[in-house]
């Protein structure tokens, strides 16, 4: 089944400004101290272009700043950038060790894996809308990426995911990791459904599916926290709005009726209280936020 099945959709017009501002949360993290922070991602500055944004990520005591007076505005937000990378992170780097040879970036935005980290001879596939694909590409222009990359241009909205990472060159017999941060809560019902189905269909037993959700109380505006509620006003003016959540109850049972067994299901406090060290996690946990990982262990009718 394809998201074309929902003729009312036009897709993504233009790069996405989300995308960029996720950006300059990880490139003022990357500025903290070695010692505390979360994530390495010098890359990451690359795609920070309004002048402003980039003045707040300058340098030590701007990026500092910055990040705190977001995490005040928009508590939970800091948590869920950096929190998801750590975890994808390590669970690349274990299944690379494993020896999966297929890493597939589900609405990739400006993920800096592939110039990052160690793909281990696994082909990185990303996956996005060709506005802010080319956009990437244009601002990646000169930097080697450290592996094989291959930009897959698909709308969710419009296109077919199947076919386009086939003609791409992905081999659906071997074992991947796919992971879809930062997407989901975007998105119509019908395309996340859609989604899910392409990802069972694609993924061979043994593969792995990482992904983020968005609490429901957050998209229809009833969550009590106040962050949330800022960044939902906030996101809905650029054009953005959340427009699908889930409980974490809810995101368990998709995963298992697609043939995902649950391996595991996080809140940012659980993340927080995993990766925070001995000085703590630095930003708020406001709980609207879960990262989900599940195996696939079967197929579905």
């Known amino acids: ?3 074309l099945d929902r003729p009312t959709d036009v897709g993504q017009l233009r790069p996405s400004q989300t995308a960029e501002i996720t950006c300059a949360q990880r490139a003022g993290e990357t500025l903290r101290p070695a010692d505390r922070r979360l994530i390495d991602d010098p890359v990451a500055r690359v795609f920070v272009t309004r002048p402003l944004r980039r003045l707040m990520v300058r340098n030590r005591v701007t990026s500092r700043l ?3 007076t977001f995490d005040h505005l928009y508590g939970g937000f800091m948590a869920i950038v950096l929190l998801r990378n750590r975890w994808f992170e390590e669970l690349l ?3 690379v060790s494993d020896g999966v040879t297929q890493v597939v970036s589900l609405g990739a935005g400006y993920d800096t894996t592939a110039w990052r980290l160690d793909l281990g001879g696994a082909t990185l596939f990303e996956v996005d809308a060709p506005p802010t694909q080319e956009l990437k590409r244009s601002l990646t222009r000169g930097l080697e990426p450290r592996g094989d990359l291959r930009y897959v241009a698909c709308d969710f909205e419009t296109d077919s995911l199947p076919e386009r990472l086939l003609e791409a060159g992905f081999d659906p017999t071997r074992p991947a990791l796919f992971v879809w941060y ?3 809560f975007f998105l119509t019902p019908a395309a996340v459904r859609v989604t899910l189905e392409d990802v069972a269909g694609l993924a061979a037993v043994g593969s792995r599916f990482v992904w983020d959700y968005l609490d429901p109380s957050v998209v ?6 106040r962050g949330a509620l800022r960044a939902r006003a906030a996101v809905a003016k650029r054009g953005e709005p959340y427009t699908y959540g889930l409980t974490a109850d809810g995101a368990e049972k998709v995963m298992e009726l697609h043939g995902f067994r649950v391996e595991d299901n996080l809140s940012m406090a659980q993340l927080a209280g995993r990766y925070g060290g001995p000085r703590g996690f630095a930003y708020s946990t406001d709980d609207f936020f879960g990262i989900v990982t599940g195996v696939r262990v079967r197929d579905v009718p």
């Open 1 to 3: 089944m394809s998201v």
């Open 66 to 68: 910055t990040l705190r």
């Open 93 to 95: 780097a274990e299944l």
């Open 182 to 184: 930062g997407v989901s």
């Open 220 to 225: 229809d505006g009833t969550t009590r926290y």
